[in-house]
């Protein structure tokens, strides 16, 4: 199916343990981007990537590690989880190649990670 | 520093009525804005996009407008429906490959 998947969709994990999320999308979008959404902070961004093996710091990447190998793969991973890691994580993505300005963020459905 | 707003947090209406959602935003200074609709446990389904240049943009029974010079969006919704109750989300793409999110709106259209 084309589109943008994440798996898990529900995860429950304990305090110290590694977790990747996974995100994948059909398009070859250029652009692809982690949020976590809180109650009370709303939408912030993770980490994002322009290119396969180009990444780069959003707002709150602390706890955070993600790799693009592949252009279509975009892995987020908790290194050792915290219970303030606990948050519904969405992937998404948008083409273009340059400043147009023209080209919609489109979103996955999102992981909810619990951590105990 | 860009800051995203919505007012009102929550608004509910009976079916049938027109109804229009407000975005503000700090810094004209954006290559577009877009708007998104999120149901509950889902995630962000976009509705429209404005691009800087444009001043609105228009999908079936919603319009969308931008006015950059005073910071503001409105999102105009016709003839409500149920099936419009939803939280609807705003973002302002900034010129780093970032997006500002408002915290949005909580949508309920009354049967």
């Known amino acids: 199916d084309a589109g943008i998947t994440q798996s898990p969709r529900y995860k429950i994990t304990e305090t110290g343990r590694q977790v990747t999320l996974m995100c994948h999308q059909t398009?070859?979008?250029?652009?692809m981007f982690w949020y976590r959404q809180d109650l009370g902070h709303g939408l912030r961004l993770i980490y994002y990537s322009a290119a396969a093996d180009i990444t780069d710091k959003g707002e709150v990447p602390d706890g955070y590690v993600v790799s693009r190998s592949k252009t279509e793969n975009f892995p987020l991973t908790l290194e050792s989880a915290t219970r303030s890691q606990t948050s519904v994580y969405f992937c998404?993505?948008?083409?273009?190649?340059?400043?147009?300005?023209?080209?919609?963020?489109?979103f996955g459905a999102g992981s909810r990670l619990t951590v105990l | 520093k860009q800051e995203v707003t919505q007012i009102p947090a929550a608004l509910s209406v009976p079916e049938g009525e027109n109804l229009v959602l407000n975005c503000s935003f700090t810094d004209s200074a954006i290559y577009n804005l877009q708007w998104f609709r999120q149901d509950p446990g889902k995630g962000l389904t976009s509705l429209l996009l404005i691009q800087s240049s444009q001043r609105e943009q228009t999908s079936g029974r919603l319009n969308a407008s931008l006015d950059k010079s005073s910071g503001r969006s409105t999102l105009y919704i016709a003839a409500s429906q149920p099936g419009d109750s939803a939280t609807y989300l705003c973002a302002v793409e900034t010129g780093t490959y970032k997006y500002i999110f408002g915290t949005g709106t909580r949508l309920k259209v009354l049967a």
């Open positions: 398009w070859s979008h250029s652009y």
């Open positions: 998404a993505s948008r083409g273009g190649t340059g400043r147009s300005g023209a080209n919609v963020l489109t």
